[in-house]
T-cell receptor
Framework: LAKTTQPISMDSYEGQEVNITCSHN???????ITWYQQFPSQGPRFIIQ???TKVTNEVASLFIPADRKSSTLSLPRVSLSDTAVYYC????????????FGKGTRLSVIA | DVKVTQSSRYLVKRTGEKVFLECVQD?????MFWYRQDPGLGLRLIYF???????EKGDIPEGYSVSREKKERFSLILESASTNQTSMYLC??????????????FGQGTRLTVV
């Protein structure tokens, strides 16, 4: 599975847009990019997934450049409730491949 | 709504005890996973199962075993609990990973303390 690198932590003020970038230089042709969010004392939950270009849903946007060696999770106008750990995962979504999580990025939103 | 239920939120066990952590999902998912989460180390995969009676080792299987006798239930067993197994344990389930937006659903976690 492709190894991912993301910042350990980030701070942001309420109302700002937050961009978390994940590097995955050895991503394979069949790999998708998935982001999960984890609040304290809860299990992670799926946020967004993409293969290339841009994906947007009600929670976030995911930007993937043409070479797919990195991806950026964008959270618009964060609030205090967006304080969480964000995980970038890269891997196959075909077959029975387990999800491998890294250490994630701890986002702290400040009032 | 998919529900993944772990039998206990908090558990305290003594060193050397045999410990069972139970996980049940109600969405007929084929895949089930056990992770442990420790500060600074993120989530690490212990075991996973993609079918009844099937199991595969993850990254840190030592000291653990698993059982999947029924599709909805995946048990993690600590044969002889040790203090270094004090951790948050998370169970997850998913459909076979195919196609876009296949996601894993996690339980609330079991915080195990071994004394």
């Amino acid at each position: 599975l492709a190894k991912t690198t993301q910042p350990i932590s980030m701070d942001s003020y309420e109302g700002q847009e937050v961009n978390i970038t994940c590097s995955h230089n050895n991503i394979a042709t069949n790999d998708y990019i998935t982001w999960y969010q984890q609040f304290p004392s809860q299990g992670p939950r799926f946020i967004i997934q993409g293969y290339k270009t841009k994906v947007t849903n009600e929670v976030a946007s995911l930007f993937i450049p043409a070479d797919r060696k990195s991806s950026t999770l964008s959270l618009p106008r964060v609030s205090l409730s967006d304080t969480a750990v964000y995980y970038c995962l890269v891997g196959l979504t075909v077959g029975n491949t387990p999800l491998v999580f890294g250490k994630g990025t701890r986002l702290s939103v400040i009032a | 709504d998919v529900k993944v239920t772990q039998s206990s939120r908090y558990l305290v066990k003594r060193t050397g005890e045999k410990v069972f952590l139970e996980c049940v999902q109600d969405m007929d998912h084929e895949n089930m996973f056990w992770y442990r989460q420790d500060p600074g180390l993120g989530l690490r995969l212990i075991y996973f199962s993609y079918d009844v009676k099937m199991k595969e080792k993850g990254d840190i299987p030592e000291g653990y075993s698993v059982s999947r006798e029924k599709k909805e239930r995946f048990s993690l067993i600590l044969e002889s609990a040790s203090t270094n197994q004090t951790s948050m344990y998370l169970c997850a389930s998913s459909l076979p990973l195919r196609g876009l937006n296949t996601e894993a659903f996690f339980g609330q976690g079991t915080r195990l303390t071994v004394v």
